[in-house]
């Protein structure tokens, strides 16, 4: 049997309430992580990392001695404890030098994994960029170059698409000011050829600048801001289908909901039916005439007729009839 935590006061409550599903869920959470060996190369990727996801991204500098691929039970203490879904590993060895492990968590469970290895010949950090930076906690512009990663059965590049966009994402907009489009994230990778290995990622992140153009629109420049990665796929470990299927359940509150008896013609125009109860048009009010007035004579006649058979001459009835009579 599971465990089931009881909360003792209401601190606690309030901190149980807040890990439990939400039908609208808060922006995900990364948590940056070293491990025992980890170079300066990665440090620094990891710094700029952390610069970008800002204010959604907590940052561990002590060494943790993890191997993601061997043995998830720390990465999926870290999860929990942190309430954090994504996580990005950083370690460098001789077999995998200047790693770095994105990782995704589903109900605080290992969901997939992917390497990238570094190249450090063409790292470029955030500060070797002389330049203005964007804004703390802004939504990019996020594109993908290259038809790997459109590719229709799943590969690590596929992947990556995924993992880069479930990690820039941020929170759920209704609506954008288009002063808040100040960066925009490249991503791109180059054609795969038989016989040569599998091309590099390359990550490039470019400030939008909006100039005067004499016309009504704009005209729109972009300047790199940094930093400049440029990454090898390394292992690749996919999410079961069954908790992939579970992990994209959309909940029944956000469902569209469907309208009855609405239907669009070959025209485009919307059609409805309507149906309506029996309508009883005795009540129904009519304009009033003065031709349409009833007489004395009419209204002595309706009078006359009230009177039911068995009624005696000397009932009031007919004493009132008689009256009218004379």
Do not use: W
């Amino acid at each position: 049997m599971l465990r089931q935590i009881v909360p003792k006061n209401a601190r606690s409550k309030r901190a149980l309430e807040k890990k439990e599903p939400h039908v609208v869920e808060n922006p995900k959470t990364t948590l940056i992580l070293r491990g025992t060996s980890c170079s300066q190369i990665v440090q620094l990727a990891l710094a700029d990392i952390h610069s970008l996801k800002r204010p959604s991204c907590i940052k561990f500098t002590k060494k943790n001695d993890i191997h993601p691929f061997e043995d998830v039970s720390s990465i999926e203490f870290f999860s929990e404890k942190n309430d954090a879904s994504l996580l990005i590993f950083g370690h460098n060895s001789k077999k995998r030098p200047h790693c770095l492990t994105l990782i995704r968590t589903h109900a605080y469970k290992i969901l997939d994994m992917l390497e990238l290895y570094l190249d450090p010949e063409s790292f470029r950090t955030l500060n070797q960029f002389k330049n203005a930076k964007c804004a703390v906690g802004l939504k990019p512009m996020i594109t993908f170059s290259g038809t790997l990663f459109d590719s229709p059965t799943s590969n690590a590049y596929t992947l990556a698409k995924s993992v880069f966009l479930d990690l820039f994402k941020g929170h759920d907009a209704t609506s954008i000011d288009v002063e808040g489009l100040q960066y925009m994230i490249h991503i791109s990778a180059e054609e795969e050829v038989d016989g040569q290995p599998p091309p590099q990622i390359k990550f490039r992140i470019y400030l939008i600048r909006t100039k005067r153009s004499g016309q009504k629109l704009p005209r729109v420049e972009v300047e790199e801001m940094g930093p400049r990665m440029d990454f090898r796929v390394g292992r690749v470990r996919e999410a079961e289908e069954s908790v992939m299927r579970e992990a994209l359940k959309k909940p029944k509150q956000l469902e569209p909901k469907t309208k009855k008896n609405i239907e669009t013609d070959i025209m485009g125009d919307k059609i409805g039916r309507i149906h309506l109860g029996k309508q009883d048009l005795s009540t129904l009010q009519t304009r009033k005439m003065k031709g349409l007035k009833r007489g004395r004579n009419d209204i002595d006649e309706d009078n006359a007729t009230t009177l039911v058979e068995g009624d005696d001459e000397t009932s009031p009835k007919r004493e009132r009839l008689e009256q009218l009579e004379a």
